[in-house]
């Protein structure tokens, strides 16, 4: 069975820290990669998507590393801003059209003072 | 830039009631896909359209129905509603409707069914 899991489920970080979000899947075959950013009671927000031949992705402050041998993505955040609090999502392709894709359950960060 | 819209934003119903949320993809996108969200799971694939035809069909109840229409906005119908409809209802629109390419998001309707 296609799974994607996400650790760590919640997290809290102070403003102007780093850091960093896992995911990893057990998705075949595998397409793409992509990083959502969800904020509370709205849609999910493209943040990157990787191919298997890419192995990292910027978009802002926000960098996603892909490593398609172990399976494994991770989603850094540089210099967090209260506006970064939400649930980040990491959704697995299995190519073809959209019911192959996987989603993980997201990790909710909060960015405080 | 023009994003997907979605209306009604918020929806109460009682059971046994029918809904029609309604979707407006991005200009130009011709594929369009609905999502249902519970409260803390992962958006769950209903059904999706390209070019007006059912493209994809995830898990979708047989009390639900959509259609695309020629101007490609989309319509979600719900009948006979019960209390586990209760959800966030996505719409997500794209190009071809391919794997690679990027679904974007409006901002949900949610429905609650009392």
């Known amino acids: 069975k296609n799974q994607v899991e996400q650790s760590p489920q919640s997290l809290i970080i102070l403003e102007g820290k780093n850091c960093t979000l896992q995911?990893?899947?057990?998705?075949?075959?595998?397409?793409?990669l992509r990083w959502y950013k969800q904020d509370t009671g709205r849609g999910p927000v493209s943040l990157t998507i990787?191919?298997?031949?890419?192995n990292t992705k910027s978009n802002g402050r926000y960098t996603a590393t892909l490593d398609a041998d172990t399976k494994q993505s991770s989603l850094h955040i540089t210099a967090s801003q209260l506006s970064d609090s939400a649930s980040y999502i990491c959704?697995?392709?299995?190519?073809?059209?959209?019911?192959?894709?996987?989603f993980g359950t997201g990790t909710r960060l909060q960015v405080t003072l | 830039a023009a994003g997907v819209i979605q209306s009604p934003r918020h929806l109460i119903k009682e059971k046994r009631e029918t809904a029609t949320l309604k979707c407006y993809p991005i200009?130009?996108?011709?594929?369009v896909y609905w999502y249902q969200q519970g409260p803390g799971q992962d958006p769950q694939f209903l059904i999706s359209?390209?070019?007006?035809?059912?493209?994809d069909k995830g898990s979708i109840p047989d009390r639900f129905s959509a259609q695309q229409f020629s101007d490609y906005h989309s319509e979600l119908n719900m009948s006979s509603l019960e209390l586990g409809d209760s959800a966030l209802y996505f719409c997500?629109?794209?190009?071809?409707?391919?794997?690679?390419?990027?679904?974007?998001f409006g901002p949900g309707t949610r429905l609650l069914v009392l």
């Open positions: 997500a629109s794209s190009l071809e409707g391919l794997a690679q390419e990027t679904q974007y």
């Open positions: 995911c990893n899947y057990t998705v075949s075959p595998f397409s793409n």
């Open positions: 990787m191919t298997f031949s890419e």
């Open positions: 959704v697995v392709s299995a190519g073809g059209t959209a019911s192959k894709l996987t």
């Open positions: 200009p130009r996108h011709d594929t």
């Open positions: 359209f390209y070019e007006k035809m059912q493209s």
